[in-house]
């Protein structure tokens, strides 16, 4: 996959309507911390390959692969 420029994603979103609802988030910096939740909830982040790889195997074992 390859990343599409903003301004090319602005220009599409001119005739596809689909595209007008993420224009606005275009350009900005998404940052989530983790930090209350393991406070509160004494969550424990995993490794993002971790993550991935589970998704696949249980997705792998439900036949949705």
């Known amino acids: ?4 420029p903003d301004f090319m994603v602005r220009l599409a979103a001119l005739f596809d309507r689909a595209l007008r609802e993420v224009t606005p988030g275009l350009g900005r910096k998404h940052l989530y911390k983790t930090d ?3 406070r509160v909830l004494g969550f424990e982040p995993r490794a993002p390959q ?3 790889l ?3 195997r249980s ?4 036949g949705a692969a």
């Not at 996959?1 to 599409?4: E, H, K, P, V």
């Not at 997705?59 to 439900?62: A, G, Q, R, Y």
């Open 59 to 62: 997705l792998i074992e439900k």
């Open 54 to 56: 589970d998704c696949a």
């Open 36 to 38: 209350k939740a393991q």
């Open 50 to 52: 971790t993550v991935m």
């Open 1 to 4: 996959t390859r990343t599409m």
